[in-house]
């Protein structure tokens, strides 16, 4: 017999409890693979052993668990078994003091009723519903009313360490359903999805997401990847289900009723196992925002509520199991809030649930901004998801609705394996404010309860997943890996309170399980924060029976608390040789038995697979055939023979793992690498439209400077124009003047010289005379004989007397008093030049007293 699991007060980071489901109705596989150990008298069962399927070679494996939960377990039974009161007593912290952080996470194969056991059904109350149920009733009187103190709200916010932007739920509610407060329309939890044709994808079917509150359409606009789609007629026969169960009332009286809110009749009745042909889906949100008018009290969501659509109000949730009398203890002393958000990851990121989607203006698709998960100013020790819309719940409805709002928005899609699958991990986080009773401004302390529904792991292949919903099945699959890492490692180590130990910084989803599962070590905690206790947790894992073998082989492998395997039994022969003699004198005799395998030790190295006791396919030994070695060396070499063909075996199986975890992980990174290839894509695209952006709005700046810049050189350019024709008009101005000038400086350098002339011609002219004077009378000839010198002075006054006549009329027309034949030419040039030139221009006179005395000496000659 195998070890027993650890002690229910084994301190590992996570309880594992292991829940099969009953086989589905439309299985057609009937070969069990699980079956469960019976346990010892008077103890819950612990363990099952996984038998391979037709293949009797393969490794036989037995797994631990804190407890295993068959087939007929209620989901009451599980929200005892799972000790999910002991985690709600933890974060009320009954004592005192702050609570303990809990966390209940739900792990398994595709379709194996994760969803199931933490939300619940049309009719069941799941993990989730029960555990707020328990938690507002045992707050009871405790719990602070924010419609009678108003500011509640603000004094939750100014203590909430996550940058959270806290409302109180009539608020919220209000801009999330349609007449929240006022409606007494009896309402069933089945309200029909408005009905819309949509030829172009026949197979699937768009509705509300959740299975308990099916009647409400999608709360915001469509987005890529966060739509519900499950196939008609699941969803047919979900709402012939729906309201109030027909077990609890008269089946015609409730289907009737059901008609009447419903309108079934409307739609194709689905023969059972049938392919649905029509379908219909839940109005787009573009569509339905036209009616939304009323205007919403919640900051921020004015822009959006315009495109909003509003869900039906539910008006009746499910009771059953019904668990009055269960009861957590409370701190007395002290007042409660409760305050409720969620938020998914998907590919990675995390994304609200509570916030709707904003419009991007590039892409012009909705889009949720995913958030963060990082230290805050408040909270420098402890990651937090920073930045939630967060709801604070007065009742146990207020917070259903709250809880329906956000499954609304949580991504699911059809797969090949289940036709509401989730897309993303999906947290409800029930944060348990508290404070001293009557401190009304006291600071509030803080601890949640974490209610986690894991995506399930999908093989593609059974899943016929393609294109993004593969992708995101290879993103989960992957987080899944490395959650089994972190399983492992803690099934592994026992006990490990050393979170370097623990690789949970590989992904967000492992992240955000596991880093409160350490004590705080930051030295920067604050002084007035106390070191908060590490989070309880509770992992329940899902399998199916029968369903598929490899997927469950390794969920169940990686999420065991001890693990421990057996290679196959020996064929019959050998055993059989075995059998009439020990061939392990060594051993005791009691690990034999008639058709047993040789006691090989386990391979696993678990620390709980160091037991030698092996276990057997139930169906070994029926098959035994009789075989007498004759001699001691015959035996000896069966022996040998029946030890190789053990070891061929062992090493065959070795490999077959090897291989199938290969292809497993090629098929993982196939998908991780289209995945990665939509968020090239995506980021191409954003990366071009920002690009594109940018540019125009740089283009449209360097137009504006430009036109700018050229407006300011045509003003230059003019006035620089203006300047240099001043200035030329102003040089013209001057050289006219200097024209003038130059002329009345010609004219008077003119007589000068005329006049240097004339001295000189007159000095002559005396010598002349004087020279003649002292000659002898015969010698003198009269200057009329002289030819030359007469011809000489005569032509020479000649040319003087016409030059000082041309300077007396260009002086005489300067004062307008000349006149006369040939001058009067002359006159009119002098006249032309005066026009232009200086009204102070002075002409200087010929002394004509010289001239005519001249005239005067050469008449005496
Ligand atoms: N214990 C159970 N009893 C009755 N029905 C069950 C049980 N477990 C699962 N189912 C049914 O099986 C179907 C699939 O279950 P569920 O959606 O919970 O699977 P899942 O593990 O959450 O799948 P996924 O990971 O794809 O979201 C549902 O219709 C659910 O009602």
């Known amino acids: 017999m195998m070890d027993p699991p650890p002690p229910k007060s084994h301190a590992s980071l996570f309880q594992v409890y292991l829940r099969l489901r009953p086989a589905p109705t439309n299985s057609t596989n009937t070969e069990r693979f699980l079956l469960v150990e019976e346990p010892d008298e008077a103890e819950t069962p612990t363990h099952v052993t996984l038998n391979p399927p037709n293949d009797r070679r393969r490794a036989i494996e037995k797994f631990a668990f804190t407890q295993v939960f068959e087939e007929d377990a209620t989901q009451l039974d599980l929200f005892q078994g799972t000790r999910v009161l002991p985690l709600v007593e933890g974060v009320l912290a009954p004592h005192g003091g702050e609570g303990t952080d809990g966390l209940l996470a739900t792990l398994g194969v595709t379709g194996s009723g994760k969803t199931h056991t933490i939300l619940g059904s049309r009719t069941q109350r799941g993990l989730t519903q029960l555990a707020l149920d328990t938690i507002f009733r045992s707050i009871g009187s405790n719990l602070v009313d924010c419609a009678e103190q108003p500011s509640l709200e603000s004094s939750i916010q100014t203590s909430d360490p996550s940058e959270a932007t806290i409302y109180s739920a009539p608020a919220f509610l209000d801009t999330v359903y349609n007449d929240f407060r006022g409606s007494t329309r009896p309402g069933s939890r089945a309200q029909t999805p408005m009905t819309v044709r949509q030829p172009p994808k026949p197979s699937f079917i768009r509705i509300p997401m959740s299975d308990a509150f099916l009647q409400v359409p999608r709360m915001f606009p469509e987005t890529p990847g966060s739509v519900r789609i499950v196939r008609q007629e699941d969803e047919i026969s979900k709402i012939t289900q729906l309201s109030t169960p027909p077990s609890q009332m008269?089946?015609?009286?409730?289907?009737?009723?059901?008609q009447q809110t419903q309108d079934v009749s409307a739609r194709p009745k689905l023969a059972p196992g049938s392919s649905p042909k029509k379908h219909y889906m839940a109005p787009t949100s573009a569509a339905k925002s036209k009616n939304v008018t009323k205007s919403s009290p919640m900051k921020n969501d004015n822009a959006t509520a315009s495109t909003r659509t509003r869900l039906q109000r539910p008006t009746a949730f499910p009771q059953v199991p019904d668990i009055s009398?269960?009861?957590?203890?409370?701190?007395?002393?002290?007042?409660?809030?409760?305050?409720?958000?969620?938020?998914?990851v998907y590919n990675d990121r995390i994304f609200d649930l509570l916030t709707p989607p904003i419009k991007s203006n590039a892409t012009k698709e909705f889009r949720r901004r995913p958030l963060l998960f990082k230290p805050t100013e408040q909270s420098p020790d402890r990651k937090v998801v920073a930045g939630l819309r967060k709801i604070i719940c007065g009742n146990l409805k207020e917070a259903l609705m709250v809880l329906e709002a956000g499954l609304n928005e949580r991504?699911?899609?059809?797969?090949?394996?289940?036709?509401?699958?989730?897309?993303?991990?999906?947290?409800?986080?029930?944060?348990?404010?508290?404070r001293r009773k009557g401190r009304t401004s006291g600071h509030w302390g803080s601890s949640t309860l974490s209610v986690v529904d894991l995506a399930g792991s999908e093989r593609a292949r059974d899943a016929k997943t393609q294109g993004a919903t593969l992708a995101e099945a290879g993103k989960i699959n992957e987080s899944l890996m490395y959650l089994g890492q972190c399983l492992q490692m803690q099934s592994d180590m026992g006990n490990t309170s050393k979170p370097n130990l623990v690789p949970f910084r590989q992904c967000k989803l492992t992240e955000l399980l596991f880093s409160n599962s350490f004590p705080s070590s930051s030295l920067s905690q604050s002084q007035h924060t106390q070191r908060r206790a590490p989070q309880k947790a509770v992992m329940i894992v899902t399998a199916d029976p029968m369903g598929d073998?490899?997927?469950?082989?390794?969920?169940?492998?990686y999420s065991a608390l001890a693990r421990e395997i057996t290679v196959p039994r020996i064929p019959s022969i050998t055993s059989t040789i075995l059998n009439s003699q020990p061939a392990y004198p060594n051993l005791p005799q009691s690990q034999y038995s008639p058709c047993s395998s040789p006691p090989l030790l386990p391979l696993s190295s678990s620390p709980m697979s160091t037991r030698s006791q092996p276990f057997f396919h139930p169906s070994s030994g029926s098959h035994s055939r009789t075989f007498s070695p004759t001699s001691d060396s015959e035996r000896a070499t069966m022996e040998n023979a029946a030890l190789e063909i053990a070891r061929m075996a062992d090493i065959i199986e070795k490999l077959n793992n090897e291989v199938a975890r290969e292809s497993e992980a090629r098929m993982e990174a196939e998908a991780h690498l289209m995945s990665l290839e939509d968020r090239l894509v995506d980021l191409e695209q954003d990366i071009r439209e920002e690009c594109h952006s940018d540019f125009e709005s740089r283009i449209a700046l360097e137009m504006a400077r430009w036109k700018a810049s050229l407006a300011l050189e045509q003003e230059r350019g003019e006035e620089h124009w203006d300047r240099k024709v001043e200035v030329l008009s102003r040089v013209t101005v001057t050289d006219e003047n200097g024209d003038e000038e130059g002329e009345e400086d010609k004219e008077?350098?003119?007589?000068?010289?005329?006049?240097?002339?004339?001295?000189?011609?007159?000095?002559?002219?005396?010598?002349?005379?004087?020279?003649l004077g002292s000659r002898t009378p015969s010698k003198r000839a009269p200057l009329q004989d002289r030819g030359d010198f007469v011809a000489t002075v005569k032509s020479e006054m000649a040319g003087l007397g016409s030059r000082m006549e041309e300077l007396r009329v260009s002086g005489s027309g300067e004062d307008g008093l000349g006149a006369g034949g040939s001058s009067r030419k002359s006159r009119a040039g002098a006249a032309a030049t005066t026009s232009t030139g200086s009204p102070t221009k002075k002409v200087r006179k010929l002394n004509t007293k010289r001239w005519e005395s001249v005239e005067v000496d050469d008449d005496m000659m």
């Open 250 to 258: 008269d089946r015609s009286k409730w289907l009737s009723q059901h």
């Open 325 to 344: 009398s269960i009861r957590a203890s409370c701190d007395p002393s002290a007042e409660y809030a409760i305050v409720i958000s969620m938020y998914e």
């Open 411 to 434: 991504r699911v899609a059809g797969t090949g394996s289940n036709s509401v699958s989730s897309r993303s991990h999906g947290f409800f986080c029930v944060e348990i404010k508290k």
């Open 549 to 557: 073998f490899n997927a469950t082989s390794q969920i169940l492998r």
């Open 748 to 771: 008077n350098v003119l007589i000068e010289n005329l006049e240097e002339e004339n001295e000189r011609l007159r000095r002559e002219l005396a010598v002349l005379k004087r020279e």
